[in-house]
């Protein structure tokens, strides 16, 4: 069962431009972490943000954690065209042991 | 330092041949899971590992076989192929289980046949 459910499905900007990428989940949460895929290569780790947290930066990203609402936003600032990628939210339930993944974002990044 | 390495990247598999994908990490870490990707979904949990000797069932784990015998490696057995589940494949470890962030292998591109 899906988790996390990131919205909008897909995305396409102009390179320079800011990207948001939404995740909402359904249950109590230990923390969610934002991963990203290149085409054909596996995931690559970008923030994880524990549910005491409210708002984490690490360089051009920049995500928020609502758990009154169960969402989350990460934003990439000023795009690149290398940040062309699919970008996919897991939680950790405080119920099991387990990383719960959503479907992603892919993002289309234009030159 | 080469993280979390996966083998074979590409198969092709007739239905109801077995193979076994290979998962090795030089991290030291107890934490270990394969997890499927289908076109249009999430990953999902096959099977994990909190260390050697121990493994435990995902969300599908139906076909599918472990062991872990070493914190290293942590081999996922198809027993007996069947088209459902051409997919890629990750391997993925972690200091702390869902608590750390994961590393993920370059994946296998699985299809039966």
Redesign the interface.
Known sequence: ??Q?EEDPQALSIQEGENATMNCSYKTSI??L?W?RQNS??????LI?IRSNEREKHSGRLRVTLDTSKKSSSLLITASRAADTASY?C?T??VSN????????TKLIIKP | NAGVTQTPKFQVLKTGQSMTLQCAQDMNHEYMSWYRQDPGMGLRLIHYSVGAGITDQGEVPNGYNVSRSTTEDFPLRLLSAAPSQTSVYFCASSYGGQNTEAFFGQGTRLTVV
């Not at chain 1, 054909?40 to 780790?45: E, F, I, K, M, N």
């Not at chain 1, 042991?97 to 992603?104: E, F, R, T, V």
């Open positions: 069962s899906q996390g230990n923390n972490q991963y054909g290569r596996g995931l690559v780790h994880l996919f897991a950790a339930s042991y387990q990383l719960i993944w959503g479907a992603g």
